[in-house]
């Protein structure tokens, strides 16, 4: 009689585990979601000015911060100098960031 019990007792203890595991009220096929994944979203530099000494050789002023062709600025990569304009790359996405006109001095 008390190994009865004690064999009730450990079965029921068994599905309690078992139906903690899964939803029987869930549809079938469903699983949990995962997690979320957290989505950094970083400011895009403030482009305050283009400087271009000799004709090939242009520097760009992002958030105070001369850069060069190729450099990297808060985790954007500088990928080309145009004269009113420059275009950032993250991620394999572009972006273009232009001088208003009233910000272009020209210089002769």
Known sequence: MVRNACLAFLLAGISLLARAESDPTAPLGWQAPAAAKK????????LQG???PQQEKCSVILDNRVVQPG??????????????AVILQR???QW????FQEQIKIHE
């Open 39 to 46: 989505t950094v979203t970083r400011r895009l530099p403030e």
């Open 50 to 52: 283009i400087v271009c």
């Open 71 to 84: 450099e990297q600025i808060s985790g954007y990569t500088l990928k080309s100098v145009q004269d009113d």
């Open 91 to 93: 991620g394999g996405r």
């Open 96 to 99: 273009r960031l232009a001088l």
